[in-house]
Each structure stands twice: as structure tokens, then as C-alpha cells.
């Protein structure tokens, strides 16, 4: 029964790694509608992951037991060997699965970094942050205002 259970949860995480590889491919290729594709792919295989531990636990309560662990740790239940190996190659899977969402991530977080530079390169360089000093001691500091206050493009009109 939980070794069933494994299997499909086996087979649903490759299909879900699967779909995360798509979802990063349609990420790169700024393609929409691959991209939603792949994101309601991902939501129904994780809604399909729910019902399978779901039915682990009502397993595992139906056998007087609470984890995967206790099921494994006792040595008179069937398929106990193969349930732990099973449950290995699921954490193998939820590790892959986490590498592919960290790509993902940072694809993304990229994209935004290049974007805020470009914004910054066209607009030119920001006012500094430091403050300056208000009563107008230092004619520099004025002619450096001014110079931070115009956009970058407009000194090469």
C-alpha cells in the first residue's frame, strides 16, 4: 500500500521536475503562454502530491503508525525495505526538484538586477544618498548637485 504510494509519487515528482524544466525553458524565452502552461502543470501536480500524502497518512494511521519512519523502523511490517528506499529516491527527487525552483529563482532575480541597471544607465546617476550640507559652505557641493540632478543622457545634448 505505501510502496504504491511511493511509486506514484516517484512518477508525479519527475513529471513536476519536468514541468519545472519547462517553466524555466518558457522563463528564458520570455514565452507567456509556455509559462502558464507550465505553471498550471506545476499546480496540478502539486494539488496530485497532496492527495498521495494524504493517502500515506491515512495509511500509516490505519496501521496504528505516524511516519514513514515508525513504518520502516518495524521489522514484522511487509515492503519495509523497500518503502525506505522508495522514500530515499523521494528526497533525491525534492532535492532536484529544489535545484531546478533555486535556477528558476535566480533567472529571475537576474532579469530584474540587468533591468534595474539599464534603468539606472539610462536615466543616469542617481542623487547620492550622503546628505549635504545645507547653508551652502562649499561651492562645489552645489556644481556636484547639479551635476547628479540631470539624467545622464541630457549632458550629451
Known amino acids: ?54 493517502e500515506r497518512t491515512h495509511a500509516l494511521q ?28 523521494v528526497v533525491e527527487k525534492l532535492n532536484e526538484l529544489m535545484i531546478i525552483m533555486d535556477e528558476i529563482r535566480q533567472l529571475i532575480q537576474f532579469e530584474n538586477q540587468y533591468a534595474e541597471f539599464l534603468n539606472c544607465f539610462i536615466k543616469g546617476v542617481q542623487p547620492s544618498t550622503y546628505s549635504f550640507p545645507q547653508n551652502g559652505q562649499n561651492d562645489n557641493i552645489n556644481s556636484m548637485r547639479s551635476t547628479y540632478a540631470r539624467p545622464l543622457y541630457d549632458q550629451f545634448k
Request: proline share 1%.
Open 62 to 89: 490505519s496501521l496504528g503508525l505516524a511516519t514513514v519512519k515508525d513504518y520502516v523502523e518495524s521489522a514484522n511490517l511487509p515492503d519495509a525495505s523497500d518503502v525506505s528506499f522508495l522514500s530515499v529516491e
Open 1 to 54: 500500500m505505501l510502496k504504491e504510494g511511493f511509486e506514484r509519487q516517484l512518477k508525479v515528482l519527475d513529471d513536476m521536475i519536468q514541468a519545472f524544466k519547462e517553466l524555466e525553458g518558457a522563463v528564458v524565452a520570455r514565452d507567456t503562454d509556455s509559462l502558464s502552461k507550465s505553471a498550471v502543470s506545476v499546480e496540478e501536480l502539486s494539488l496530485e502530491i497532496d492527495e498521495l500524502e494524504l
